[in-house]
């Protein structure tokens, strides 16, 4: 066999050489335009997390808690009892409560029955005046003819007045017990005395009743650390909170940028750093109001002129369409993508 022409290899392996030059250039061009091609029409951001309702609970009084019938992680339905405060000083304010509904009835009855009402006092008044006017009458006959002193004279005139300011008196006393007996236009037809004493103890059975704390929806507890039988607890301050069974949905943090295409409605795609092999389905349910930094404790400020531009970031609510075949836990990670054109879900 005849040997190859020395001058051939070399041309060769130039072509050679030429042809991968352009190849490799060539594959990363159409690399890089099928990779911008497959991130058209859709968004991704890996800045969410899975969001619950949550509820802080707390006691609208204060006291010693003596009894806890849940604990930590566990779930509960609507209405279910957490835990007790002792009952016991709000079982003695609701007997003083009713210790003066009593004392005001009597009170009631004993005026009623008051001698001032019957208008008795008013009576023996005006006789008095009656009296005390004939003897004025006699004693001034007796003057006339001076058969009587100055000094009987005088005596006489001071017991008319001296009757007339007793019938004064009685009457305003029966004024008086008949405002006391007298109904308010706030309360028609009770007497207000009766009507204070009765809302005293109506506080008394509320406080009473909030001793015993319940659910106010379903979920599971959580941070219950506090929860513990001879804590004591103040009003209002929260003692575990419920992290809601139902209504989770993803908050999305997408950059400004994003949101050009962005609308309600779009299809998205939902993975979780958790459960690598779980996807499921969701739409963007709104857009928020206004960037994460605008509802920061404090808000970015840019007075000065030495400043960067920050691409901010706004938060889009994502709710999910499928159901979870695992437990989602408030704050999860997950990568949310959301498709623009809305064709693929």
Known sequence: MADPDPQTAPQGRRWGRLVLMLAVPLALVVGAVIYWM???????????????????????VGGTIVDVLVKENETVRQGQLLFRIDPQ??????AQANAQIATAQADL???GRDAALSGADISAARE????????LERQKALWDRGFTTKADLDAAEHAVAQARE????AEARQTEAQAKLANGAA????????????????????????TE??????????????LQPGQQVLANLPVLTLVGLQGTYVEANFKETDLADMKVGQ????RFDAYPDLKLKGHVASIGAGTNSEFSLLPAQNASANWVKVTQRVPVRIELDDKSPRALIAGLSVDVTVFTNGKKR
């Open 213 to 226: 704390i319940r659910a106010p929806m379903a979920g599971r507890v959580g941070q219950a650390d506090r």
């Open 128 to 135: 008095e005046i009656a009296f005390a006017q004939s003897r």
């Open 267 to 270: 299809p998205a795609e939902i």
């Open 187 to 210: 309360v028609p037809g009770q007497n207000p005395r009766i009507a204070a004493a009765q809302a005293q103890k109506a506080a008394a059975q509320l406080d009473l009743s909030r």
């Open 166 to 169: 007793q019938l004064r008196a």
């Open 109 to 111: 009855t004993a005026l």
């Open 38 to 60: 497959s991130l058209q029409g859709k968004v991704t951001t890996d800045n969410a997390y899975v969001k619950q309702d949550k509820v802080s609970v707390s006691s609208l």
């Open 89 to 94: 000083p709000y079982e003695i304010d609701l």
